[in-house]
């Protein structure tokens, strides 16, 4: 294809936009990674992960894979084949969690949530309290549920597995919620927490990051599923003096100190903050053309990815064809049972108002083109009047001084 003037308008949700400074900090030349200094880089970035996953008692991994690998090394660390687990789907990715864990010989017990909505704490709660043996081992959750743009509430499932006085692991998909989304790892007594490069981290896919509770660190040693390259045991090994088992990727791990560095920068809190200040901005668009979330009702709402409903008689993938080739702006599609059905605008990582309303701006015309009936601006306006009167400058503060 010849040259498109102009950025890229990336706005799937995931691989998000990669800021220029993380960009620059993953040119590196490469280096010895046996060598004495190199302990430093890794140890750094292990002590400010544990800040972004808010663990003080568990251990944080980084694994050379993209999200999936993370699935796969919670699991298999900490399970033994056949051993029973309890899963809520209720989208794509909840689904290809439960297909890994099953494939790795795990028996799955799935509780079925209607996709729009979230994981069930009075569904797992009922399961749990039945199972008075304690033959489930594992309740595993997506927090931010990315097919859909629903956010579960993981604090609640915790709430509800100490109410059944239930002794399973407590894992969570945070891919999609980890450095976007309030994520508190030891407070809501999260096991294994994932979370993947390519969303809120603002990296190129290509490490996961895994946390380990203290008692998913002791399980391991009971743990038979048959792992070799996503052994904690051997990260734990090499970690412990800074080093890893085989060799990093460094580019990677240069990227994810500056993108930590930006993160503390900014200050979680306020990162969440903008984050629902951009969704809300989303959100309001979406009611001014008169159309509908995925999400079935605001508790669900996921402020880092809002799934559109295209209106009946129209194919969600056509917008995103026409966006992409005619306005050069990127947005997700519908996955499996919402495939054609919706698109998706992903609002996450390195993201600001005047972007957002770019693609916004960008999903008016697509619509418009493939003849959904949308008035010109109904999306856009309204976003502007969100964004304006939410801006955490006050805007007295910035009239012109006499
Ligand atoms: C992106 C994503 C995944 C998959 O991660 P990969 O990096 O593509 O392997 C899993 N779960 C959720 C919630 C995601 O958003």
């Known amino acids: 294809m010849s040259h498109r003037p102009g950025r890229n308008h990336l706005f799937v949700p995931g691989p998000t936009n990669v800021p220029d400074r993380v960009q620059r900090a993953m040119v590196v030349a490469m280096e010895d990674h046996r060598s004495s200094k190199f302990p430093e880089l890794p140890t750094h970035l292990f002590a400010e992960l544990k800040k972004v996953f808010k663990t003080h008692h568990g251990q944080a991994f980084i694994f050379p894979s993209s999200g999936t690998g993370g699935w796969e090394a919670a699991l298999t660390n900490t399970l033994s084949p056949g051993d029973k687990v309890l899963a809520s789907r209720f989208g794509q990715f909840s689904h290809l969690w439960i297909d890994l864990a099953r494939r790795i010989g795990l028996n799955v017990q799935v509780l079925e949530e209607t996709w729009g909505t979230g994981a069930s704490p009075e569904n797992i709660g009922k399961v749990l309290s039945a199972d008075t043996k304690h033959e489930i081992k594992g309740v595993m959750v997506v927090h931010n549920e990315t097919a859909t743009g629903v956010t579960s509430d993981v604090a609640a499932v915790r709430k509800a597995m100490d109410a059944a006085k239930h002794p399973a692991l407590l894992y969570v998909d945070g891919i999609s919620s980890i450095a976007s989304l309030d994520f508190r790892m030891d407070e809501w007594g999260v096991d294994l927490a994932i979370a993947g490069s390519q969303k809120g981290f603002m990296l190129p896919a290509g490490i996961c990051m895994v946390g380990a509770s203290a008692k998913a660190l002791e399980k391991r040693k009971e743990a038979k599923c048959t792992r070799v390259y996503f052994d904690f045991e051997d990260m734990i090994k090499a970690n412990a003096t800074g ?49 509908t979330l995925c999400a079935k009702d605001p508790k669900w709402y996921s402020d880092t990815v809002s799934a559109v409903m295209v209106p009946q008689g129209f194919n969600g993938a056509h917008v995103i064809d026409v966006a992409y080739r005619r306005y050069y702006l990127a947005l997700g599609a519908g996955l499996s049972e919402v495939a054609g059905k919706l698109f998706r605008i992903g609002h996450l990582g390195d993201m600001n108002e005047v972007s957002l309303l770019g693609a916004l701006g960008g999903v008016e015309m697509a619509m418009l083109d493939v003849g959904i009936q949308i008035t010109p601006g109904s999306g856009v306006g309204a976003a502007v009047e969100y964004y304006r009167s939410h801006n955490p400058i006050a805007k007295d503060a910035m009239m012109p001084r006499p």
């Not at 460094?250 to 990162?271: R, T």
């Open 243 to 291: 080093y890893f088992p085989y060799t990093p990727a460094l580019p990677m791990l240069y990227g994810l100190k500056e993108s930590l560095a930006i993160l503390h920068e900014e200050g979680l809190d306020n990162v969440f903050a903008r984050h629902h200040r951009l969704a809300e901005g989303v959100r309001a668009a979406v009611k001014g053309w008169g159309l």
